[in-house]
Nanobody, 115 residues
Framework: QVQLVESGGGLVQPGGSLRLSCAAS????????MGWYRQAPGKQRELVAS??????GYADSVKGRFTISRDNAKNTVNLQMNSLKPEDTAVYYC??????????WGQGTQVTVSS
């Protein structure tokens, strides 16, 4: 299974921006889908954005503010987050779906939106 390492989290003021990156241990060309999830304290993990070779999708709460991109040459998936809100505060996880039985998660990166 591919190993995933997230980076780019941190503390940002409301209205600010962050760019998260997920680096894969090998080529992601053959990986069917990759995505970003988040989990806030006391809440279930939720899908934020996902991307395949041909399309991307977003949770309603982040549409128009977040952009997911996939760089097959660098084996990375990025999440550009703009106009951040306090409710975006969570641990953000990267996920790779190679097949129904081969799913990998990263260790997570903390994003805190606070003044």
């Amino acid at each position: 299974q591919v190993q995933l390492v997230e980076s780019g989290g941190g503390l940002v003021q409301p209205g600010g921006s962050l760019r998260l990156s997920c680096a894969a241990s090998r080529s992601i060309v053959s990986i069917y889908a990759m995505g970003w999830y988040r989990q806030a304290p006391g809440k279930q993990r939720e899908l934020v954005a996902s991307i395949t070779s041909g399309s991307s999708g977003y949770a309603d709460s982040v549409k128009g503010r977040f952009t997911i991109s996939r760089d097959n040459a660098k084996n990375t998936v990025n999440l550009q987050m703009n106009s951040l809100k306090p409710e975006d505060t969570a641990v953000y996880y990267c996920k790779a779906v190679e097949s129904a039985t081969r799913v990998s998660w990263g260790q997570g990166t903390q994003v805190t939106v606070s003044s």
